[in-house]
């Protein structure tokens, strides 16, 4: 009897060390996951100097450089939208203003797939803070998006290429919440000619890939 509790013990803290290990691979440094902020000081501060052009074109480029990308247009409620690319990390801030100008929400977005990340910020009419949403949610998804990327990536072919990006949870049947990052890479048969599109879900606490599936038509 001893024999076997000692046995058990063994097996459980072998897959105790399993787990913390596989972590460890991916996991190497979380200073992967923080955001390129520099986008914070390029945000337009008065929006409204280009109600001339928006009111001829509906969504209008004021600056397009080999870093930055950045747009703006007017919502039907009179408020502004702003974005602004960088086109080397694939990070969007999408700034919303208020109809005279002042700031009213701040959000980061991937482009692919347009997945919110990091802090989502809401201000009043005042610029006090009403409201922050937490997408990176750590302690849900230890694995961040960057590092789901970069494991699809050691796994897919060169000549393919990611398209969209977002996270999923489920319910399994021990009533577990299993939280994963779905990666849609589109892949490409030279031989066929032919043009197919697959998601990665890729377990957001362990960095493994749990399964690979076709898809019929794209995310939105």
């Not at 991937?110 to 922050?132: F, P, Q, S, W």
């Not at 990611?162 to 892949?187: A, Y």
């Not at 032919?194 to 995310?219: C, D, F, H, L, Q």
Request: hydrophobic fraction near 35%.
């Amino acid at each position: 009897m001893q024999n076997k509790v000692k046995i058990m013990a063994i097996l459980l803290c072998s897959v105790a060390i399993y787990n913390c290990n596989s972590q460890k691979r991916f996991i190497k440094n979380d200073n992967l996951c923080e955001l390129d902020l520099t986008l914070i000081d390029k945000l337009e501060k008065n929006p409204k100097k280009y109600d001339s052009l928006i009111a001829r074109d509906r969504i209008v480029t004021i600056a397009n450089d080999k870093l930055y990308e950045s747009s703006i247009w007017k919502l039907s409620n009179g408020d502004y939208s702003l974005k602004q690319t960088n086109k080397q990390t694939n990070i969007g801030k999408w700034g919303r203003y208020y109809s005279n100008g002042k700031l009213k929400s701040i959000v980061f977005k991937h482009e692919y797939g347009y997945a919110r990340l990091n802090k989502e910020t809401h201000y009043d009419i005042n610029g006090t803070i009403t409201k922050v949403i937490d997408h990176r949610q750590a302690d849900k998804y230890p694995i961040c998006y960057k590092e789901a990327i970069a494991i699809v990536k050691r796994r897919m072919a060169k000549r393919d290429t990611i398209f969209s990006l977002g996270r999923d949870k489920w319910v399994t049947k021990t009533k577990d919440t299993l939280r994963t990052w779905e990666v849609f890479v589109r892949e490409i048969d030279k031989k066929k000619e032919e043009e197919k599109s697959w998601v990665y879900r890729v377990n957001a606490v362990t960095g493994e890939i749990i399964n690979k599936k076709e898809v019929i038509s794209n995310p939105g």
